[in-house]
């Protein structure tokens, strides 16, 4: 048995599919609007990352705890996921979906990502990322104080983005650090600080897009550029002066690039 993913529905049933993951301790109410407005023409599947949630009595009632090990996390989502659905992630959601598309893309049509590093933390071969020391800290801080932590976060990735004020404190009501697993707070970093998809975005064999906001103080918008494959070059845009959040920061700007791209796949 392993511990129950929550989910939302949206559109018809008989539509080309989509399943969304968000990203670290972010619930799926953040992508409500997006996952509405693809739903005129798709049918979409909204799921939370296992141990995230804003019902108390779910996360109080579950008996399995989350499990975070990338392998172990593919198969739950892969079981839960629509039949050749186009996998949309955000942020951390990105960075798994991308770890899906490549090692079982017979399950995925394809891929897009929205504010994702191929890797968040720096390594000897990687700079394009969080200082090693800076995560850490953050690391120290979550297990201390979660909801300091959080709200620390919240303002770090509206940093810089349309109408931060406004998208800060939406981000900040649907974000229950007290209803949240410590392990799925724990399992979600781990995840952050150890994947790499590097190599997973340059063997995928399928169309892919990366949404990235021109300000988002948590991803480099020029990493695209180190990504080279040759069986299906990587697309990317870019998006004036949105942050980590576009579908909040203006929906109307994300959307079309979105439309276009599975319209043109």
């Known amino acids: 048995m392993r511990y129950r993913l929550e989910q939302e529905y949206f559109g018809n049933p008989e539509n080309q599919a ?16 997006l996952a509405q407005k693809l739903s005129a023409n798709h049918y979409v599947v909204l799921v939370n990352l296992p141990g995230i949630s804003r ?9 399995i705890g989350p499990n975070y090990d990338i392998d172990a996390l593919t198969e739950q989502l892969v079981a839960a996921a629509p ?26 049509k394809g891929l897009i990502t929205i504010a994702t590093s191929p890797a968040f933390v720096q390594t000897h071969d ?19 104080d979660a909801a300091m932590g959080l709200k620390r976060f919240i303002a770090l990735q509206t940093k810089g983005g349309l109408e931060a004020s ?37 063997i995928l064999d399928m169309p892919s897009l990366h949404i990235l906001g021109e300000n988002d103080a948590l991803v480099d918008t020029s990493w695209p550029r180190m990504i080279k494959n040759e069986c299906v070059p990587i ?5 004036e002066g949105c942050a980590h959040q576009p579908f909040l920061e203006d929906l109307n700007l994300l959307y079309p690039h979105i439309e276009n791209f599975l319209n043109a796949h």
């Open 166 to 202: 406004r998208v800060r404190k939406q981000l900040a009501s649907w974000v229950e650090p007290g209803v949240y697993m410590s392990l799925a707070l724990e399992g979600g970093l781990r995840l952050l600080k150890d994947l790499d998809v590097r190599r997973e975005l340059e």
């Open 126 to 144: 990687w700079q394009l990322a969080m200082p090693l020391q800076d995560f850490e800290a953050f690391e120290q801080l979550i297990a201390k």
């Open 83 to 108: 039949k050749d659905a186009w996998w949309i992630g955000w942020s951390l959601g990105g960075m798994i979906s991308s770890y899906v598309a490549a090692h079982r893309a017979s399950c995925v």
């Open 235 to 239: 697309e990317y845009k870019i998006l």
């Open 18 to 33: 989509i399943f969304i993951l968000p990203g670290w301790a972010m619930p799926k109410e953040c992508l409500h609007e």
């Open 55 to 63: 019902d108390a009595d779910l996360i109080q009632d579950a008996v």
